[in-house]
Every structure is written in structure tokens, then in C-alpha cells.
């Protein structure tokens, strides 16, 4: 796989949130930490279920789901004008590490035939590339992996996948519609890994239903 060691990767994480802090330097510490948090938990999610299959590796597991929304972290998306699965894609492009680059555009959708108006919060322009950019790519379990387990996080913590929804839903202000679309295509990734791993996911992970 084209991903950087777990050394690299770390100091790649930690640099990212030196540049989100530096882009924002209203930010409280309490936000960065949040950020920090987030893409620790979800590193930690995905080695743990990868490490029940076989053909996964629990190592690349971490390190892509630590890299997943890099682009968050090096981008100011206030603006409006970029979006964060795009920007890591590219620059994970630039390092030759190709495939934390599809794992930065790959994880915000389960489907990769979106409907734009699903994800309002962000420009329709680069939501557009980023469909024509998946179109390039057959999801693998990596994939599907990290798209899972970003769904288990919100704040601080572990979160079972209907308060995942709950919360993304006041985040965003998200219509219930398009709410219970995400919440199928979360429960379609869970009962894919669940029979993957032989066991509940949440269990698995200690998280409470």
C-alpha cells in the first residue's frame, strides 16, 4: 500500500494540527483537541475491526483513518470554497501516498453516486469533482472501513450510529430525509462488518446501543 510509516503518519497528523491551529488562532485549545481526538478515535476503531479480518492490516488500518480528514486540518473550509476530502486527496496526491489520497475522498460517502444536495454545507463545485473523482475509484474494504468508523465519533467520544445521525443532524441542519438515507447507508457498512468480524461492531468496540 502507498502510505506513509506510522512514524511519518503521526508527525503528518500533528503537523496538520499545527497548521489548523495556525489558520485559526481563535480556535480555544479545546477545539484543536477536538480534531485531535477525532481522528485518534477513528484510527483506533478502524485497527481494532481490521484486526479481526484477515485481509486487512491493523497498522494501515490506524494510520488511514488517523490521515482520514487531513484536509480539514490544513484547509480553512469557512471560506466556502473547498472541501476537506478533496484537499487531502490532493495533497496526499503530492506525497505519493495514494492511498491515504482515496481514503481522504472516499470517506464521506458511502454512495458513491451522491446527491449533491446531501452534503449543502459544501461547494457544489468540489463536491462535483469529488463524484468524478470516485467514479475513478472501486471502493475496497479499507474504504468501507474508515467510512464506518468516522460514523462512531462525535465530540469527544463513541457514539453508537443513530446518535452519529442525531448529532451530524443538528451539527449541519441536515432535513430528516436525507438524515434517514445516511443512517440506511451507516447500518448497510455495520452489518457488512459485523458479518466480516464474526461479532457485533459495537460490542466490539465497547460502544453502548
Not at 477545539?31 to 485531535?36: F, V
Not at 461492531?201 to 460502544?207: Q, R, S
Amino acid at each position: 500500500m502507498k502510505i506513509p510509516s506510522m512514524t511519518e503518519a503521526l508527525n503528518l497528523f500533528d503537523e496538520g494540527l499545527k497548521v489548523l491551529s495556525a489558520n485559526h488562532p481563535k480556535f480555544p485549545p479545546s477545539i484543536i483537541n477536538t480534531y485531535r481526538v477525532h481522528g485518534t478515535l477513528v484510527a483506533f476503531c478502524a485497527e481494532i475491526i481490521a484486526s479481526k479480518i484477515p485481509e486487512l492490516d491493523g497498522r494501515a488500518a490506524y494510520i488511514l483513518g488517523l490521515l482520514h480528514d487531513y484536509g480539514k486540518l490544513i484547509t480553512i473550509e469557512e471560506k466556502g470554497d473547498t472541501f476537506h476530502g478533496v484537499s487531502g486527496y490532493e495533497a496526499f496526491l503530492e506525497k505519493g501516498y495514494d492511498d491515504v489520497a482515496r481514503i481522504c475522498l472516499s470517506h464521506s460517502f458511502p454512495n458513491k453516486k451522491f446527491k449533491i444536495r446531501d452534503y449543502a454545507s459544501y461547494p457544489v463545485k468540489e463536491l462535483c469533482k469529488a463524484r468524478r473523482l470516485l467514479r475513478k475509484i472501486e471502493y475496497n474494504d479499507y474504504d468501507r472501513l474508515i467510512q464506518l468508523c468516522d460514523m462512531f465519533v462525535a465530540g469527544l467520544g463513541l457514539v453508537n450510529l443513530k446518535d452519529r445521525m442525531d448529532f451530524i443532524r443538528d451539527k449541519y441542519r441536515i432535513s430528516s430525509l436525507i438524515i434517514k438515507r445516511k443512517y440506511r447507508e451507516a447500518l448497510e457498512l455495520k452489518r457488512y462488518f459485523d458479518k466480516k468480524c464474526g461479532c457485533d461492531i459495537y460490542m466490539l468496540l465497547g460502544v453502548d446501543r
